[in-house]
């Protein structure tokens, strides 16, 4: 089972690769990230 919240995205460090080199595009700059 995985764990989630509303509002939450899950990017497992393992899978950097498939997610890192979008994550400019996935994210606003001009808002907080909350990494937990």
Do not use: M
């Not at 498939?18 to 994550?23: A, H």
């Amino acid at each position: 089972a995985v764990a989630s919240l509303p509002g939450f995205k899950v990017l497992p460090l393992r899978q950097f690769g498939s997610w890192g080199p979008n994550i400019s595009n996935e994210f606003d700059p001009e808002k907080d990230t909350y990494v937990l």
